[in-house]
């Protein structure tokens, strides 16, 4: 017979091996063989039965971490049942039966080894369920994980945080985060025996700050794999993570964070769980913490005399009428300005930042930093290839404070929040509501950005900066006027850049501005033209990497399609270039394009007889 499944309650499926316990009893007293090995036999049988009546008062009285108990009362039951079957062929039958069953000291042997094991699996399980009692986490080896020691550890550890008092609590959740950083394996482990649930509901322990960080330090761990994260998903863990992130200790904040970062980047379900249970506002709300307070707002204007990328005008212009009248009703520009942040950002009350608002303040500037680049990190996850996450990031004014740090700031905090807005730039590239909404021509926020992101690309002297802000860029293309030709200039001065990289990500963003999707691709590749281009595209015709040349070679396509009378292009014998590259294997899709430029140039070079150049060196 096998063991009562799963899905019955817990007293069910201790039900069951008493009674085959109490069947044991039975066939005991009714054998005429081996009646030695069957007293024997039921000695093991009766200190089970007295150990399994105790788990039932034990369940009956406390909720217990059932992942064990069910596992092992399972082994045991199944122990029984060999047990049962055994003692029953000692009963007089008749002498046909006697003959084909036989039953040897051997099998009792066996039997006994059985119960042995059982006797041991119990005897470790009353002790993990005892240590409630203040006798601290057991890590004895149960015979049913002999086999795999991490097991019975595991299940040690998460019975200490289900049942345990506070302190077992903390210690067995570092131990598992001890064991979770070690490998995936242990990690897997980990979430099948149940440890996320106790692990959550150990984090929103309000009452101590050390569970929390323990808590939280554990589940980062455990969120780097999609299947793990729907785990922590699935049991309700959102709406966990973001009340912490909301209303904690800094320290629990940054470890929120983190954990809203890593199972944002592995789940797009939690990715959109997040959004729903409003967890960017909090995020928008600690990477702005202090942001704004050191800048001098009198006529809206920076220390240095720029204009103010928080400009307080603009802000009340931005937010109307209502917002600037009753600021104007006192006070000094820098009361305004705090009290703006103080309304704005902290308009959840005190459950949305006000609770430790004195504590960050005072905290150390190294734990402050490690908290902003936590939450920038977080803002980066939620908008990656999330259109509606990127426009709520936009609708709490996280653009400006984006674009702030990313004036002020160095290392990986401005390398996160460029990230951000790389992403947020990409989702308004493929929607046109978002990009009407946050990327308007006179919008602050807008404006703000693309500063930076200028400012970078011109006076950044590194890759991993640039790029991305060249990307971004590349995805406003379709957001700049005619007029705005500050913003191709330095995307051309790039294609010379000695990083190949670096000048083949400017190639991809100028060909947005020259692609018949931008409305304004005639004046767009004029411009580019006129900036002298060409020389530095038919150069990086010349590279090795097959990807930076289709690039290379679509913008050009693009340049001699809307500006074919340049004579910059005759000059520098573009019509030959692309009839090289007509010759060689290209794409379907670029080839198409590479025939259109050479039939429209001809229209302006036709005549010529020399050989055409190649572009492959």
Same mark, same amino acid.
């Given at each position: ?79 029984? &049942? ?49 240590? &409630? ?161 050191? &800048? ?44 703006? #942040? ?69 290392? &990986? ?9 790389m992403e947020i730039t990409a989702a308004a590239e493929l929607n046109a509501d978002l990009r009407r909404a946050a990327f308007k021509t006179n919008s602050p926020p807008a404006k703000a950005v693309v500063e930076q992101l200028l400012r970078i690309i011109k006076e950044v002297d590194s ?32 294609? #010379? ?27 767009? #590749? ?68 590479? #025939? ?22």
């Open positions: 017979m096998s063991s009562a499944p799963e899905g019955k309650r817990l007293e069910e499926e201790l039900s069951y091996p008493i009674l085959i316990a109490e069947r044991i009893r039975l066939a005991v007293d009714e054998t005429d063989s081996f009646k030695p090995e069957c007293s024997d036999v039921w000695k093991q049988v009766e200190r089970l039965l007295q150990m399994l009546r105790t788990v039932v008062r034990f369940a009956a009285t406390t909720p217990l971490y059932e992942r064990p108990v069910r596992r092992v009362t399972a082994e045991t039951a199944k122990n029984l &049942e060999r047990a049962l079957t055994l003692v029953r062929k000692c009963k007089r039958r008749s002498i046909l039966h006697r003959v084909v069953t036989i039953v040897s000291a051997a099998d009792f042997r066996k039997v006994l080894s059985y119960l042995d094991a059982s006797v041991g699996d119990m005897k470790w399980l009353l002790s993990m369920i005892d240590g &409630e009692s203040g006798s601290g986490i057991n890590l004895a080896l149960p015979p049913i994980a002999s086999n795999d020691p991490i097991l019975s550890w595991v299940w040690s550890f998460i019975g200490s945080i289900q049942m345990g008092q506070l302190n077992d609590k903390i210690e067995g959740t570092n131990e598992l985060a001890s064991l979770a950083q070690d490998n995936d394996r242990n990690k897997k482990i980990i979430v099948e025996e149940g440890g996320v649930s106790p692990l959550l509901k150990l984090l929103k322990e309000a009452t101590s700050p050390t569970a929390q960080i323990a808590s939280a330090t554990c589940l980062c761990y455990l969120a780097n794999d999609l299947d793990r994260v729907r785990v922590i998903v699935n049991e309700v863990g959102v709406p966990a993570v973001v009340q912490v992130l909301a209303d904690s200790p800094i320290r629990v904040q940054t470890l929120a964070a983190n954990l809203v970062a890593r199972m944002a980047r592995h789940d797009p379900v939690a990715q959109e769980d997040f959004a729903r249970e409003n967890a960017i506002r909090p995020l928008v709300t600690l990477l702005s913490f202090d942001t704004f307070m050191d &800048e001098q707002l009198g006529n809206g204007q920076l220390s240095n005399g720029r204009q103010s990328i928080h400009s307080i005008f603009q802000i009340n212009k931005e937010l109307g009428k209502k917002s600037t009248d009753r600021s104007s009703t006192g006070g000094s520009s820098r009361q305004f300005a705090n009290s703006y #942040s103080n309304s704005y950002y902290y308009t959840e009350g005190s459950s949305r930042g006000g609770n430790y608002r004195k504590e960050r303040e005072n905290e150390d500037p190294a734990v402050k930093l490690q908290l902003k680049v936590s939450c920038a990190e977080a803002l980066w996850m939620l908008a990656a290839g999330s259109v509606s996450n990127s426009r709520k990031i936009t609708e709490t004014k996280g653009m400006l404070c984006l674009a702030k740090i990313i004036e002020k700031e160095q290392g &990986e905090l401005q390398q996160n929040c460029l990230m951000t807005i890759p991993s900066m640039q790029i991305p802000a060249i990307k971004s860029i590349g995805s406003l293309a379709r957001t700049f006027p005619a007029r705005e030709t500050r913003v191709i200039e330095p995307l051309v001065a790039q294609l #010379s850049n000695k990083n190949t990289n670096v000048a083949d990500e400017a190639a991809v963003a100028l060909t947005k501005f020259a692609s018949p999707d931008n409305f304004l691709y005639v004046e767009h #590749s004029k411009k580019i033209i006129e900036l002298d281009a060409v020389p530095a595209v038919m150069k990086l015709l010349r590279s090795n990497e097959v990807n930076q040349m289709h690039h290379a070679l679509t913008l050009l396509c693009y340049l001699a399609l809307h500006a074919g009378s340049s004579e910059s292009l005759e000059q520098a014998r573009v019509l030959l270039a692309l009839e090289g590259a007509d010759r060689t294997t290209l794409p379907q899709h670029i080839r198409d394009l590479v #025939s259109k430029a050479i039939v429209h140039l001809n229209l302006y070079h036709a005549g010529r007889n020399s050989q055409p150049l190649s572009y492959i060196p």
